[in-house]
């Protein structure tokens, strides 16, 4: 399947490298489809932190108009979409912040992206992962 029909996937996190990570292991899974995964970790500087400049970034790089779903790790990356998403003109058309957790919340959003579903089910997906239990 071509990435051409795919959701977009954002993974902000405070840290360049567990951004990067996470988007390889989800990547990974995907079945060997193609799914646009952009993560956007840290700062310019590579610093800790989260940069409203690099997510919209990240964004802009995976939208192929099904729309994008950015999943967060920490309350400031959460804080910092939410601001993006207020000024409207950031993010592209369609984006979309998810509640879920961070790896199992990615790891489900590209597998069920990497299907061809629509933006409504990987968002439903991502936040399905909160219920997965592990014991």
Do not use: Q
Request: proline share 3%; aromatic share 2%.
């Amino acid at each position: 399947m071509s990435d051409d029909k795919l959701v977009g996937i954002v993974l902000v996190s405070h840290s360049a490298e567990v951004a990067a990570s996470v988007a390889d292991l989800a990547k990974g899974l995907a079945g060997g489809v193609s799914v646009p995964v952009a993560p956007a970790g840290g700062t310019e500087g590579g610093g800790l932190g989260t940069s409203a400049e690099l997510i919209a970034a990240a964004a802009v790089s995976v939208d192929r108009g099904a729309g994008v779903a950015v999943l967060t790790d920490l309350g400031s990356a959460v804080l910092t979409v939410k601001a993006l998403l207020a000024e409207g003109d950031e993010l592209p058309d369609g984006a979309r912040l998810v509640d879920a957790p961070f790896v199992e919340g990615a790891v489900a959003a590209v597998v069920t992206a990497a299907t061809g579903a629509d933006l409504d089910a990987v968002v439903a997906a991502a936040a399905e992962a909160y219920t997965y239990r592990k014991v």
